[in-house]
Structure formats: C-alpha cells, structure tokens
C-alpha cells in the first residue's frame, strides 16, 4: 500500500500515564517509533483516575458516544490528547474507570471486568466509525481489547467503515486470557452460537484472547522462543490449539524499550549521570540510592533488585524462598512492586527480619524506578514464564547486570557470562527452583570481587542495543503485508 498508514493503537493500559505492567511500556513506546516512521497513530486507552491521566492537557471531542451493551446502552465521552508524535484518546465513563486499578486489587480483579472491557472494546469501534476516522489496521494488545477483531469481524462487518481494515493482535502473555461466564458473552450483543460453537469458550468460559486469536487477521507475540512456547501443550495455557492453525499468520517481533526515556547518560531522575566508558557516576547512583532507602550497608556491598508485578509467573515465590539464603551472602535486596496480598505479607516480613538490608518499595513511581535500576548491581529475574521481558534490556542501559531463568525473551537476550564466555552479559539458570537462582546469584558475586571481569560484563550488557527501532521497521512490514492480503495483494 502507498501513503501514510494510519493504526488505531488499543490498550488498557500505557506508560506514563497508567501502568500495571511492561504492556504500558510497550503501549507509551512503540507508537511514538512507529510515528517516526511516518505512520499515523492514535492510541487508544481508558480514562482512568490516575495522576498520569489526570495531569494530561486533553480536551472533550466526543460527548454522550451511546454504546451499545446487551440489552441497552451506556453513554462514552471521548477526550484527546496531542502526545508528540501521535495522538492519544481516551474513552471515559466514570462508572467503569473511576477505580484504584486498572484490572483489581492485592485481593483479586474487578468483577465486572467482562463489562469494562467489553464497553471499551465496543467505544472504540463505535467512536471510530462516528468520527469518521479513516483506519487501515486496529492494532489490538492483551485480552481487554481482544474482542475488537471478534466484533470487526461480526457485528460491524456491514460498516463499509471497515471494509478495508485490517486487525493485529499482539498476545504479549497468553497466561492472561480474559476468562468470565459464558452469560457475559451476552454484553457484546452478539447470539449464543459464538459460545456453543466454541468461537469463544474455552473450558466452558467466555475467552476474550481465544475469540481475538481466531478473528484477528495478524497475531504477533514478542519473541520467537515464546513463539514456540505457546504453541506447546506445555506452556500454552489451552491456547496452542487455537494458535496452531493459525501459525501462517502467528509472528514474533520482540519488544524494545525507549532509549529517550531509560539512557543513564542523560536520565534526569538519577544523582549522576554516566556512560559505558565512565561508570563513575554509577556508584555515586549506588551510594544515593541506599542514602534514600534507608539502606544501612557499606558502598561496596552487592545491591540486588527485583522490579514487578508480584505474582508466581514472575517467580516472586521462588524469590522469598531465597531470601535467607541471599542475606547469608552479605548483600542487600530492594524490591519493587505490587501484587497478591500473599507476597505482601511475606515481603513486609522479611524486611522486619533485615531491617536496613532489605527493602520493599509498594509503588513504582518513575523517579525511584530509574534510581532503582542506576543503583543496583544486579536485576533478579527468576520468572516462571517471560513473554519478553524489558527489566533486562533496561538494566543494559544501566550497567547493571541481569541475573535471570532461561524462558521466553530472557533466554534470547541473556548469556551466560563467565571465562569460556567473556562476551556473555549476564547470569543464566535453568529449573525453576531457589537453589538454582541462589547459584546463579553466587556467580555473579565472584564476578563481582574481580573488578576486571565486573566491568566486562556491565560493558557487554551496555554495548547491546534493544531499541524499537527495529521492531517498529517490522510492524511496519506486517501492517502493509496485511493490508495487502485483505485487498487480494501479497498474501501475509
């Protein structure tokens, strides 16, 4: 296709402005690498309450969208946001996005997710198409906005609107589908033979992510071994048989961080800025960020970190299980993150047990984040399962190095640093198990008492370039091949 493509971005969540995990920092990323490369973008998000929404320059450029929802209908507004390179809108109803979080709390999700989710789904679409705003491709992310090619593909496949637009749904972790009663399918308006024919069931369910895997016209995930991973009975969370007819049209483009927003150089939340050719500035981050935590060890003592969401998938359990054994080594151990009441609980304990060397931070306000990954020496990223991972690709920037489990992403741009592997950048372990990042943590520490060998492996990690510079080329490539194929072009 010739001219400029013009993407409707969906998430439910993007970076700065609401966030509960590295979704929002693909979502706030990636649209501006693809406007650079004169793509049109529009992101599309919900008007939650947070202070980042709450403190954009927007203005009302819809008012009383009616949307349709089972029986009856609810009202949208639509606000609009100019964020640099692309514009930014944002559905609002007070009665779905007024609330704490984006999906739920510590103690479980929202109830009536299915409603929200289903209501913003639909208010884009029907914004779309009263506005008049000319879309080639819908770019879809996660189960919240997973029914978008589902309803592109039923309700509103009339809509001469839409009858040269294109669908892409990227499915940046499968564990997460969207499961809710069989009676919510009736929100989205649509009978009940997309249930009893399983378009959209899965264990007896409603499954927004397997109804958006078999409507959408493009799937990507967000890295070639996770790829592979989901489409094993193993790790594929029921979704492998889905996927794999589809796999023609199953790709993998592995996610990029933003080098404006995490370069060490030039980052304005850290005490001292630094480089790969002089990492000076690094230890003074160190010695201000123990200074801020309260952290009472000397400058040279390992500092560990562990940033997420805490829940099993991101190996958190097997984290608290080594915690002891992490504390015997002499180190120190700050944690970031939110997440099951569970974890909570045992994380406020173990910080009573080492006060001053152990630290749990609730919030991942950005100022302490980018202090966090300047002044550790070590990211721990034990995860059970990692799609992609972004916390190593930052820790890159930062010359701290990843200790991470061999899955998905992380075993695609983590290497085993040691003598036989002077150009590894980072510390690898395979089982899932405490023993086994207990180790890897003990390799890096003999790395770290040999000053020559340290500094190697922070160069190596610093040389690597993760940019969305290349991904955003091959979106790219994939947005014009689809339009393609829906116009009787190139297949896909």
Request: one cysteine or more; glycine letters at 8%; proline letters at 4%.
């Amino acid at each position: 296709m010739d001219g400029k493509l013009r993407v409707a971005f969906i998430s439910a969540e993007a970076a700065p402005y609401a966030k509960s995990g590295e979704l929002a920092e693909v979502a706030g990323s990636l649209p501006k690498y693809l406007a650079s490369l004169g793509v049109e973008v529009s992101l599309f998000m919900p008007k939650y309450r947070s202070p980042g929404v709450e403190s954009l320059d927007s203005r009302q450029v819809m008012k009383n969208l009616s949307v349709p929802l089972g029986e009856g209908k609810s009202k949208a507004q639509v606000f609009r946001s100019e964020e640099g390179k692309f514009n930014l809108f944002l559905i609002d109803n007070p009665k779905y996005y007024w609330r704490e979080s984006i999906y739920g709390t510590g103690k479980g999700e929202y109830l009536d997710n299915d409603e929200r989710f289903i209501f913003f789904n639909r208010a884009v679409l029907e914004f779309l198409l009263k506005a008049r705003m000319e879309t080639d491709i819908i770019h879809c992310n996660n189960w919240p906005t997973a029914l978008v090619p589902l309803l592109l593909k039923t309700l509103f496949r009339q809509k001469a609107h839409f009858r040269k637009t294109s669908s892409l749904l990227t499915m940046h972790n499968v564990a997460y589908q969207g499961e809710f009663p069989p009676e919510s399918l009736a929100l989205t308006g649509l009978n009940w033979d997309f249930f009893q024919n399983e378009h959209g069931s899965l264990r007896g369910r409603f499954n927004f992510l397997k109804a958006g895997a078999k409507s959408a016209d493009v799937i990507t995930t967000v890295s070639s071994s996770y790829r592979q991973e989901i489409l094993t009975k193993k790790h594929g969370f029921g979704m492998a048989e889905i996927l794999e007819p589809r796999r023609n049209v199953l790709f993998s483009i592995r996610n990029g961080i933003d080098y404006e927003t995490w370069n060490s150089e030039k980052d304005v939340f850290i005490s001292k800025n630094y480089s790969a050719s002089d990492m000076k500035g690094k230890a003074l981050c160190k010695r201000d960020l123990q200074r801020e935590l309260k952290l009472k060890v000397a400058p040279r003592t390992p500092l560990l970190g562990f940033i997420s969401y805490l829940t099993s998938h991101k190996g958190v359990d097997i984290l608290l299980e080594s915690v002891d054994a992490l504390m015997n080594k002499n180190v120190a151990l700050v944690v970031m993150g939110r997440g099951d009441d569970l974890y909570e609980k045992q994380l406020i304990a173990a910080r009573k047990k080492y006060p001053g060397r152990m630290v749990w931070e609730p919030e991942g306000v950005p100022s302490r984040l980018h202090k966090i990954f300047a002044g550790i020496d070590f990211c721990l990223i034990p995860s059970y399962s990692e799609p992609c991972g972004l916390n190593q690709m930052v820790s890159f920037r930062y010359g701290t190095v990843p200790v991470v489990r061999a899955t998905g992403g992380l075993k695609e741009t983590v290497s085993e640093y040691g003598a036989n592997h002077p150009r590894g950048n980072g510390f690898v372990f395979r089982e899932y198990r405490s023993e086994a990042l207990v180790e890897a943590v003990e390799r890096g520490l003999r790395c770290y008492g040999h000053p020559e060998s340290w500094g190697r492996v922070r160069r190596n990690g610093m040389d690597e370039n993760y940019s969305w510079e290349k991904a955003a080329q091959r979106y790219l490539r994939i947005y014009r091949n689809t339009l393609k194929n829906k116009t009787g072009g190139k297949s896909v």
